[in-house]
């Protein structure tokens, strides 16, 4: 048995004792939830888990994805906005984050194997692109946030 296997076991033990004792405390608890109370019960145990990270966190929103941003939005059902990483300033040239995530970037100087340097970025992720790899219409987006 793994690490992984083992926490794992450990953990739906831990959740499947806590599940009986609540059942056993309040036995008239989601009655109309039939089969999946076991299921509903968990899933209310997460969200009262994630939820205090969560606000905590929507107050310093900085360099998180927007799809990470709209998962926050939904369990919170406030607006979240995420704020521009400081370390990606408009201003300043990067390297293209897809060149980079193809594997250009790394290794030898050469310029056939070297990301381009650019000042844009993706109005998505807020990573910087090169024109090579983004779609150029009313808004810059990269390839990667497009597949999304």
Not at 71 to 97: F, N, Q, W, Y
Not at 104 to 121: E, I, L, P
Request: glycine share 6%; charged share 25%.
């Amino acid at each position: 048995m793994t690490h992984d296997s083992l926490l794992h076991t450990l953990l739906d033990i831990g959740a499947l004792n806590v599940f009986l004792i609540w059942q056993t405390a309040f036995p008239k608890w989601e009655a109309r939830q039939g089969t999946r109370k076991r299921c509903y019960f968990l899933s209310e145990v997460a969200k009262s888990l994630v939820l205090p990270q969560l606000n905590h966190s929507k107050e310093e929103v900085t360099g998180i994805p927007l799809s990470v941003c709209a998962v926050m939005e939904s369990i919170l059902g406030e607006p979240v906005t995420s704020k521009a990483d400081p370390k990606l300033d408009p201003t300043k040239r990067g390297k293209c984050h897809v060149c980079t995530y193809e594997g250009r970037g790394t290794g030898y100087k050469d310029k056939k194997n070297s990301a381009n340097k650019v000042k844009q970025s993706c109005i998505s992720c807020h990573m910087k692109v090169c024109n090579k790899h983004c779609h150029i219409t009313a808004r810059r987006i990269c390839k990667i946030c497009d597949k999304e």
